[in-house]
């Protein structure tokens, strides 16, 4: 018996969820899609250039885990490029959440809990008292 799955972190869900060729009606094309948890490792590795392993680290999986999704993803995208193929982007196994910058803690969006015990970390800025300035 397997492994079982681990959810992926994900910030957002997409606001765009379907991409296809100028010109062509969505009903006449073949569909290629891309699940949001691998659109998520595509973001952070290709747009914001982070390494596999910070991806990983970020999504709380592992970096072959990221490995996999990358490389099905890139093949879904270059496909739809080279026979003009509409890419939706939809399913996946993960959850969307907000990333703690400082202790790498995940919270789930809009309910302020967190995936394990509670962050320990509160923000240097809102905790620490600020210098007092002199005028």
């Not at 959810?7 to 290629?32: D, H, M, N």
């Not at 993803?73 to 939706?88: N, P, Q, T, Y």
Request: charged content about 30%; proline content about 6%.
């Amino acid at each position: 018996m397997g492994r079982p799955k681990k959810c992926r972190w994900v910030e957002t869900e997409p606001g765009v969820t379907f991409f296809k060729p100028r010109g062509i009606p969505l009903r006449s094309l073949q569909q290629i899609v891309i699940t949001v948890d691998e659109l998520e490792a595509m973001r952070l590795a290709d747009f914001l250039e982070m390494t596999q392993e910070d991806v990983a680290q970020r999504m709380q999986v592992s970096r072959p885990t990221v490995t996999r999704m990358l490389s099905r993803a890139h093949r879904a995208v270059a496909e739809a490029l080279v026979h003009g193929k509409a890419i939706c982007i939809q399913g996946g196994d993960y959850r969307v959440g907000q990333h703690c910058q400082d202790c790498g803690q995940w919270s789930i969006q809009g309910s302020g809990e967190t995936d394990s015990e509670g962050c320990p970390c509160r923000s240097p800025e809102t905790d620490e008292e600020q210098p007092e300035t002199k005028k």
